[in-house]
């Protein structure tokens, strides 16, 4: 229940493509959802979050859509440019919960070809 | 703030030998957790810790390892003694409290660790 999966493991995309990155949770008491990038040897970084009292937030070429019901949220990264060919990982938190740690998913690593 | 730091960067130890990674949180973060990344099996939260107390340990794989947080400013993971599948790069995090904002982890360089 504790789980996040994330798919696909990777992806390449042209430059200027769309890429989308799913991830699907369990608990239903999550109430946090953030993604992650991570460029080769750094740590990771916040880069778009989400509550789930909204079915997508939008920040410049990324975009989180959200799907409650399904229990699944997607990154969107619009106009894929080179320079976001890094990891990314989707995570799930539960705020209200005992557990103050974040769920990571297993990470998509993105190539955008230029 | 210089963010959450780890030392060292870099650490290339023989098999057996003892390891001790270190972490400075961002100040006034509640939460420090522990990670360590493989190819394999990606990021594995290892252990965190809320306001200095561990809370959940259940992601040590073996006795082997321990963690410290003496005070709100520093921790340590401890490898002793340390084998070549233990082998990864080791991140820590911190947090501000759950209910405040900007509540996003923060992550340091992470710690290459290379056990030969």
């Known amino acids: 229940q504790q789980q996040v999966k994330q798919s696909p493991q990777s992806l390449i995309v042209q430059k200027g493509g769309i890429s989308i990155i799913n991830c699907a949770y369990e608990n239903t008491a999550f109430d946090y959802f953030p993604w992650y990038q991570q460029f080769p040897g750094k740590g990771p970084a916040l880069l778009i979050a989400i509550r789930p009292d909204v079915s997508e937030k939008k920040e410049g070429r990324f975009t989180i859509s959200f799907n409650k019901s399904a229990k699944q949220f997607s990154l969107h990264i619009m106009d894929s440019q080179p320079g976001d060919s890094a990891t990314y990982f989707c995570?799930?938190?539960?705020?209200?919960?005992?557990?103050?740690?974040?769920?990571f998913g297993k990470g998509t690593k993105l190539s955008v070809k230029p | 703030d210089a963010g959450v730091i780890q030392s060292p960067r870099h650490e290339v130890t023989e098999m057996g030998q003892e390891v001790t990674l270190r972490c400075k949180p961002i100040s006034g973060h509640d939460y420090l957790f522990w990670y360590r990344q493989t190819m394999m099996r990606g990021l594995e939260l290892l252990i965190y810790?809320?306001?200095?107390?561990?809370?959940?340990d259940s992601g040590m794989p073996e006795d082997r390892f321990s963690a410290k947080m003496p005070n709100a400013s520093f921790s340590t993971l401890k490898i002793q003694p340390s084998e070549p599948r233990d082998s990864a790069v080791y991140f820590c995090a911190s947090r501000p409290h759950r209910q405040g904002p900007n509540t996003e982890a923060f992550f340091g360089q992470g710690t290459r660790l290379t056990v030969v």
């Open positions: 995570a799930a938190l539960n705020y209200g919960g005992s557990q103050g740690n974040l769920i």
């Open positions: 810790f809320n306001n200095n107390v561990p809370i959940d």
